[in-house]
């Protein structure tokens, strides 16, 4: 199975939190899962760091890329296509740009999001799939 996480469950991971439910840290361990962590995320992050929204709590932002090799999380950019064609994704009522991303990204190299976030569901119709939420 291919995962890409989102960017919570990436922040969760690294910092091994208790939030994670069993079946995720089972899936992200199992060695024939592929786990991918997208540019997007790191932007998310670097982002919501610069205006004082996210915490890391001592971590460096430029550390994230290795903790998550580190994890034997694969990282992923995002292509021109996925951006220049984005604009196919359909649903209009959630809004928020890294979400939309990440799950487009989802929908179209055919992974699995992982995510405790509900709102993914209504993305569903469109071809994402959801571990977690």
Sequence with gaps: MKYLLDTHTFLWAIGQSNDLPEKVIKELKNPNNEVYVSAITFWEISIKVRIKKLDLGGIQIEDLITFAEKMDFQVIDLTPEEASIYVNLAE???NDPFDRMLIWQCI????TIVSKDIEFDKFKDYGLKILWK
Aim: glycine share 0%.
């Design 108 to 111: 179209r190299r055919n992974m």
């Design 92 to 94: 209009n009522t959630h």
